[in-house]
């Protein structure tokens, strides 16, 4: 597995892998119509394309066999700026696997090069937010030194889901 940044040329997969993974876990949750709003609105490849681009978003991808296996997102601004008062926090968004491939240690390399890389950065937290009945993914967080600071929402269309806020304080070595 190599890890790797996106480009222009990954959109259609990321917009793909995105919506297979959300829809794995999570299309039971909706009406059709707000499932087709949001996926149009997060995955499609116009919008994974703006981000891809932009400079608020950077992507790592996972591959295997120059396939996509997973992917995740860092945010600075964090979304969440609000709800703490860590001074310079970085989101991380869409941690996803393959559905086939989950528990094959993706999301942990993942992981690991998103701790790297907010230290790297000088931010002095990651933060994210996960589904509140997401028992396996706030296990997964927890392990990592994640702790919840807010419950949220997060919106599917016209639905609003209860979320928790989890995050990571990084500490900083004196002179870095």
């Known amino acids: 597995m190599i890890l790797r940044p996106a480009t222009l040329e990954d959109v259609p997969g990321l917009a793909r892998l995105g919506s297979e993974s959300f829809c794995a876990t999570f299309a039971h ?19 994974v394309a703006e981000e891809v681009a932009g400079d608020e978003c950077i992507h790592r991808l996972a591959e295997a066999d120059g396939e996509l296996i997973g992917y995740c997102k860092m945010r600075v601004p964090s979304w969440y700026l609000e709800h ?21 240690g993706i999301g942990a390399a993942l992981m690991d090069w998103a701790i790297a890389y907010a230290h790297d950065a000088g931010h002095d937290a990651i933060q994210l937010s996960v589904y509140a009945e997401n028992h396996g993914a706030q296990r997964f967080y927890e392990r990592y030194g994640f ?9 599917v269309g016209d639905h609003y889901d209860p979320e928790f ?3 990571l304080r990084l500490n900083r070595r004196e002179g870095q």
């Open 29 to 47: 949750l909706y009406s059709p119509e707000d499932l087709a709003a949001f996926l149009e609105e997060v995955y499609s490849e116009n919008s």
């Open 84 to 104: 703490s008062d860590a001074r310079n926090p970085i989101a991380l968004g869409q941690l996803y696997t393959a559905p086939e491939r989950t528990g094959q």
């Open 147 to 155: 702790e919840k600071i807010a419950d949220i929402t997060f919106k």
């Open 165 to 167: 806020l989890f995050e």
